[in-house]
């Protein structure tokens, strides 16, 4: 039987015999901005609402692979003065089978990236926990490089001569490491996006990180319970829209490595 031609990363994934370097997947991040959990989150009955305005014309939910890296181009100009992010952090080990579609870098981000290879190439349907761990040793070696954001290949692009995916993603998370602007071609280029056509929400759910301006008296306090229930919420300290995204995304990091 010939050997298999790998020209996709899911061709990578499956047909790459490496030794898998963790034993563990990590959580995932759902990140947006306040003004989506007042108007869209808590009126759907404290639900996460799908949305079709993406580009894959599908009603989907969008999250990233233990971080929090996702940040809006309206943001970035600071258009936005009021509404800071956050981030809901949920357990993935009840809900990988229902991952619907993974994508290695930011899915809305890829016409800046300037990937001359389609972007189907760099996607995965079918995804469980081998996968996720196969990826993460395959582009970063561990999970604490993952969450760095260092990629680090343990293969080689050059033996892939015919998967131009392999190829432009190392050179990506390259310009990725070197890039002094998180904002224009920063770190989320390189996170792993996972979406789910639906999501169980309160059985997964394990930590929110919230800013501070919403947790600054014992009454807010008693409003974030009533909306995050038991579950332990963070606030990080907000300043401009920016740094409120930055700031919010070492808080997550800062907490997934906790658990």
Known sequence: MPEPIINTIKDLVEHSDIELKEDTILPICHTSRWDILINDIIPNGNKLR??????????????????????????????????????????????????????VFDSGGFPKYKIGIRREHFELIDCDENILKKLVTIFFGNNDNYLDGKMSPV????????????????????????????????????TFEIQFKEFKLNESLVAAVIPDIAFSSEASRKQCKTVFGD?????????????????MSDKVKEKIKQM
């Open 50 to 103: 799908p949305t079709e305005e993406n580009d894959y014309g599908e009603e989907l939910l969008f999250f990233f692979y233990g971080k929090a890296k996702y940040i809006p181009e309206n943001d970035v100009k600071n258009i936005y003065e009021v509404y800071d992010p956050f981030t809901l952090v949920f357990n993935l080990k009840d809900n990988v089978r229902e991952i619907h579609r993974l994508v």
């Open 155 to 190: 293969l080689n692009p050059s033996d892939f001569p015919f998967c131009g995916a392999f190829k432009e993603y190392c050179i990506l998370g390259e310009n990725v490491n070197k890039t002094q602007k998180p904002t224009e071609y920063g770190e989320q280029a390189i």
């Open 231 to 247: 579950i332990k919420f963070e606030p990080y300290t907000t300043d401009t829209q920016i740094k409120s995204y930055i700031n």
